[in-house]
């Protein structure tokens, strides 16, 4: 690929970039966080007396409760909804390519249909998702490879994934077939969603320009299988259409359009001590230190073009990564510090991002008070593949090579349905740039489920 890479979707960005948050987004965001406290008033609190550390009275899960007991009784019979709105404030005072300031919102609504409570077919799913999403690139105003949020995409209302899956032999063999964001279940880290970062809140970010290996919120039609040879061990595998424009080819995600070539991707995974610890009151409890550890690969086998224009066939990413429990603080409790650490790898003859890193470490519950709480500190490192290190530079002017980003942030549950996340982030090289000043970004996302 040839031209900055700003993140896997700058180049489907239908909207002008903006340098101030849109007004849509914070009118938004204002009306959604002053809600809760007028419904909340209007229902009967309980005190909250199971530790968990919100801080406050509350009554319910969802900002708009049990809809008066049809959501609870749509799940008995199989049928679960998820509504939320989240969206990322941020902005950079200082260094990258200029100074700005930018919003993503997102509405997503989800339905969940599990047909062995409606009607009695066992091991048979179905899942669909949604989404209106809108908002101003930060990335790309700053001129980052590792974009500061990983909502961010293009503007659209559409349908991103719809599948039905069968379980076989109690459910140790799963094959589902549909509409897949392939991003959702290869290159994606367990402990992503504690960091705001693309490469670590989503996936790595350079796979959709390796190979076209579909992302959300623009799935593709796909098949996949999964099977559990072990409690512990799974192999799964993948077909999915390598849609290269996929917001133009289907722009609602009703077309089920398959263009251009296929991508199959691969992955095992290893997961260690991963039962549920036992509460801590039970006879036998222990502290359970739990881990999964992957290791996978993506192929397209169309045409792609290297570093000096000429055309071959096929390209390819591998990829590794380990999330894993080291402390908890009493047997029975999630509260604790974790690590993670990623890698992926491409050609570096055809890819001018080849290659990316992610480690981190977060701590569950900080404070005593503060359970349902993390804070959450994380490195990405992104190159550029070698022979693109020369290309579009100066005479006299440095190569490119590495951009490294760093984050820490405090995900706050201020309610069960409110989430605050402040974060610092710190970009040194921008865009693989030694020329460009590093940049700062401050910022929070806010989220809440209804």
């Known amino acids: 690929m040839k031209g900055k890479e700003t993140s896997r979707w700058t180049r489907f960005a239908t909207w002008p970039r903006r340098k101030c948050i849109p007004n849509r987004l914070v009118i938004a965001a204002l009306l959604l966080l002053s809600t ?9 609190a309980v005190d909250s007396l199971d530790g968990s550390g919100y801080g406050q009275k509350h009554a319910r899960t969802y900002l708009f409760g049990d809809w008066a007991g049809e959501r609870s009784n749509l799940a008995g019979h199989g ?20 100074q700005a300031q930018a919003g993503w919102g997102r509405i997503r609504g989800t339905v969940d249909v599990d047909f062995g409570k409606l009607a009695e077919w066992n091991g048979l799913t179905f899942h669909a998702t949604g989404l209106w999403q809108f908002g101003g690139n930060l990335g790309a105003d700053i001129g980052a490879l590792a974009n500061p949020s990983g909502l961010v995409s293009a503007h659209t209302t559409r349908l991103d994934s719809f599948w ?16 897949l964001a392939g991003l959702d279940f290869y290159g994606n880290q367990e402990y992503g969603a504690s960091y705001l970062i693309e490469p670590l809140d989503y996936a790595f970010g350079n796979l959709f320009t390796v190979d076209y290996e579909s992302f959300n919120p623009a799935g593709t039609p ?24 996929p917001y133009h080819q289907d722009p609602t995600g009703f077309h089920f359009a398959i263009r251009n070539s296929p991508v ?59 999330n894993q429990a080291l402390y908890r603080t009493d047997a029975g409790s999630t509260r604790g510090l974790d690590a993670l650490i990623g890698f992926d790898w491409s050609p570096n003859n055809l890819n001018r991002v080849n290659s990316e890193i992610t480690a981190g470490a977060r701590f569950n519950g900080p404070f005593p008070s503060r359970t349902q709480d ?64 590093n940049a700062a970004v401050f910022g929070f996302r806010t989220k809440i489920n209804f």
Do not use: C
């Not at 072990?230 to 999915?240: C, D, G, I, P, R």
């Open 36 to 44: 809760p406290g007028k419904v909340f008033a209007q229902t009967d």
């Open 264 to 322: 199959f991707a691969f992955e095992m995974g290893f997961t260690r001590d991963a039962a549920t610890a036992m509460d801590k009151n039970s006879l036998g409890a222990r502290k359970t230190y739990p881990g999964i550890y992957k290791f996978g690969a993506t192929y397209n086998g169309g045409k792609f073009t290297n570093f000096a224009g000429v055309e071959g066939r096929g390209n390819y990413l591998i990829y590794g990564d380990a």
């Open 374 to 437: 993390d804070v959450a500190l994380a490195i990405v490192w992104t190159k550029i593949g070698d022979p693109f290190q020369r290309i579009g530079v100066p005479a006299g002017f440095p190569a490119l090579g590495s951009e490294k980003a760093i984050e820490l942030n405090y995900a706050a549950q201020v309610t069960p349905y409110i989430l605050l996340q402040p974060v610092f982030q710190y970009y040194v090289d921008v865009g693989a740039n030694s020329r460009i000043p």
């Open 222 to 245: 796909g098949a996949q299988v999964q099977g559990f040879l072990y409690n512990t061990f799974y192999l799964k595998s993948a077909v999915l259409s390598g849609n290269r424009d």
């Open 79 to 98: 049928v679960v909804f998820d509504f939320f709105y989240v969206a990322d404030l941020q902005a950079n005072p200082v260094g990258g390519l200029e």
């Open 164 to 179: 039905l899956q069968q379980a076989f032999f109690h459910h140790r063999l799963l094959i589902r077939a549909g509409q």
